[in-house]
């Protein structure tokens, strides 16, 4: 009795799942499986997500990090490295950045160093494809060559 009860509730099972397949093939606008890598040119992450840090520069190739390193502190397992410089403006010396050093392969996508930014200089990105052969590539310079800070930005 025990081997008839088995054959039926299998069957059954696969109803219910052919059920559940034909309604994803009458219904093509449900599926939410998407068909990565094939649909890579119109993949489009969602809003929230966080792929990487990366600092804005505008048309002038100027940014707006003044190198305060507070998202440096505010990392906590070290992926942000800020290189300091000194640069005289007005007859005075003040900080810039030299390099923005970002490590993706430490960066755990927290985003405690946006909120810690007090000039909204870095954002987190929707890029999503990370994967290198070389971990140098992981390591990048964020900071533009030849860029420099925005006026009126302190």
Same mark, same amino acid.
């Not at 008839?4 to 009458?26: C, D, P």
């Not at 792929?51 to 048309?59: A, I, P, Q, R």
């Not at 003044?66 to 906590?76: L, R």
């Given at each position: 009795?025990?081997?008839?009860?088995?054959?039926?509730? !299998?069957?059954?099972?696969?109803?219910?799942?052919?059920? $559940?397949?034909?309604?994803?093939?009458?219904?093509?606008?449900?599926?939410?499986?998407?068909?990565?890598?094939? =649909?890579?040119?119109?993949?489009?992450?969602?809003?929230?997500?966080? !792929?990487?840090?990366?600092?804005?520069?505008? %048309?002038? =190739? %100027?940014?707006?990090?003044?190198?305060?390193?507070? #998202? /440096? $502190?505010?990392?906590?397992?070290?992926? *942000?490295?800020? *290189?300091?410089?000194? $640069? /005289?403006?007005?007859?005075?010396? $003040?900080?810039?950045?030299?390099?923005?050093?970002?490590?993706?392969?430490? #960066?755990?996508?927290?985003?405690?160093?946006?909120p810690a930014c007090p000039?909204?200089?870095?954002?987190?990105?929707?890029?999503?494809?990370?994967?290198?052969?070389?971990?140098?590539?992981?390591?990048?310079?964020? =900071?533009?060559?030849?860029?420099? *800070?925005?006026?009126?930005?302190?």
């Amino acid at each position: 009795m025990d081997y008839f009860k088995g054959i039926f509730l !299998g069957l059954r099972s696969l109803v219910k799942g052919m059920a $559940v397949t034909g309604h994803y093939i009458a219904h093509p606008k449900e599926i939410i499986t998407q068909q990565y890598p094939e =649909n890579r040119e119109s993949l489009k992450m969602f809003e929230r997500f966080r !792929g990487e840090v990366v600092l804005l520069h505008d %048309e002038n =190739n %100027e940014h707006k990090c003044t190198g305060c390193s507070a #998202c /440096e $502190v505010a990392c906590p397992n070290g992926s *942000i490295e800020i *290189i300091p410089k000194r $640069v /005289e403006i007005d007859g005075r010396k $003040v900080k810039a950045i030299d390099q923005f050093v970002y490590h993706l392969q430490m #960066c755990t996508m927290c985003g405690l160093c946006i909120p810690a930014c007090p000039t909204d200089a870095i954002v987190m990105a929707n890029t999503f494809e990370h994967a290198v052969y070389d971990r140098d590539k992981l390591t990048k310079i964020l =900071n533009k060559h030849g860029s420099k *800070i925005m006026d009126g930005i302190k």
